[in-house]
């Protein structure tokens, strides 16, 4: 969609390209042709040559009403558990070329879940390669002096 449009009432009397504070139009003759044209990059966004038009040529609503334009839609990857939508196919095929491996999908709630059902599963010695990444001797319920929930002052009583 195009945000800035002319159309037909306009005469070519330059009002707007004279009065854009942002250079952001321009009129340029070439042959028996007057070609107006706009620069989105540079348009400030003030409508003032919405304003200053005499023949109300311009059509600037597209860009001072508050809508969304779709630049690009992407497949979604779900949960494989819950079924909510985490990340795009794009953004799953990034991460497993830059970590090496593909992981199952799973939401962060469901994820949480997986790896305290490994490292319970890890820690009664059924099959220690689940997690390799996940040491038993920091577990928060073993060392309470690293969990978030419980502070102490620096001679080491309670808060």
Known sequence: MRYFQVNDQCNGCLACVQN???NALRAEDSNANRVLSHNMARCARCGNCWRICPQKAIEFQFMLENGWDEVKSLELVFCSVCGVPIYTVDYRRTLSEKLGTQSEPTCS??????TRAAKAHFLKGKSPDIRPDIRPDIRPDIRPDIRPDIRSDKRGGAI
Not at 109 to 114: A, F, I, Q, T
């Open 20 to 22: 854009c504070p942002a």
């Open 109 to 114: 709630k469901h994820r949480d879940e997986v």
